[in-house]
Nanobody, 115 residues
Framework: QVQLVESGGGLVQAGGSLRLSCAAS????????MGWYRQAPGKQRRLVAT???????NYADSVKGRFTISRDNAKNTVYLQMNSLKPEDAAVYYC?????????WGQGTQVAVSS
């Protein structure tokens, strides 16, 4: 089992920045890729960014150039630095971890962006 705990969400003005964190615990040896999804009210959960165990990254087109995903393996933590935030970035952000078994999810952290 892997437990994921997110933090760092909140309310920010458009153009501002936030950094989300996701700390993993438990059977962390089984984790390979990690990343973030987001879900706005009434919309499907969508992939935001991923990072592989070796550090390779992928981003949704909508966040390229503004968001950066990183990973500190010593701390078992993945980060999402979000800059130049837009109102359309507002959502609940969910961290996930892929393992040799199931995909694990965090509880979500709310990001609100005021215009």
């Amino acid at each position: 089992q892997v437990q994921l705990v997110e933090s760092g969400g909140g309310l920010v003005q458009a153009g501002g920045s936030l950094r989300l964190s996701c700390a993993a615990s438990g059977s962390i040896f089984s984790i390979n890729a990690m990343g973030w999804y987001r879900q706005a009210p009434g919309k499907q959960r969508r992939l935001v960014a991923t990072i592989g165990s070796g550090g390779s990254t992928n981003y949704a087109d909508s966040v390229k150039g503004r968001f950066t995903i990183s990973r500190d393996n010593a701390k078992n933590t993945v980060y999402l630095q979000m800059n130049s935030l837009k109102p359309e970035d507002a959502a609940v952000y969910y961290c996930y971890a892929d393992s040799s078994g199931p995909r694990y999810w965090g509880q979500g952290t709310q990001v609100a962006v005021s215009s």
